[in-house]
Nanobody, 123 residues
Framework: QVQLVESGGGLVQAGGSLRLSCATSGRTSSRFALGWFRQAPGKEREFVAALTWGAGPTYYADSMKGRFTISRDNARNTVYLQMSSLKPEDTAVYYC????????????????WGQGTQVTVSS
């Protein structure tokens, strides 16, 4: 059973930075993908970024390109989301999700989800 635990959320001023972490356990294959999604109050959950654990390209939502970076630490079995130049509209609960297979931008392709971490960006 794959388990995901997010951390690193908090309150930050506009223009600031945060790094989210997603610690994974139970992964049994390098053909494994991690994605970050977010959900703002009153809005649907949306794709942020994704990567395939073993190799391959990273994917970003257009509004996050150049500001957010997804990366992984194999030794720690952890995926990170480095967020910079944060805007108030980035305020949301950020979720880590995982699936066996290649990275996908579609949330319904992911089978495992973390509990989420709140990010609040003040203006």
């Amino acid at each position: 059973q794959v388990q995901l635990v997010e951390s690193g959320g908090g309150l930050v001023q506009a223009g600031g930075s945060l790094r989210l972490s997603c610690a994974t356990s139970g992964r049994t294959s390098s053909r494994f993908a991690l994605g970050w999604f977010r959900q703002a109050p009153g809005k649907e959950r949306e794709f942020v970024a994704a990567l395939t654990w073993g190799a391959g390209p990273t994917y970003y939502a257009d509004s996050m390109k150049g500001r957010f970076t997804i990366s992984r630490d194999n030794a720690r079995n952890t995926v990170y989301l480095q967020m910079s130049s944060l805007k108030p509209e980035d305020t949301a609960v950020y979720y880590c999700a995982a699936r066996y297979g290649l990275a996908s931008t579609g949330q319904y392709n992911y089978n495992y989800w973390g509990q989420g971490t709140q990010v609040t960006v003040s203006s």
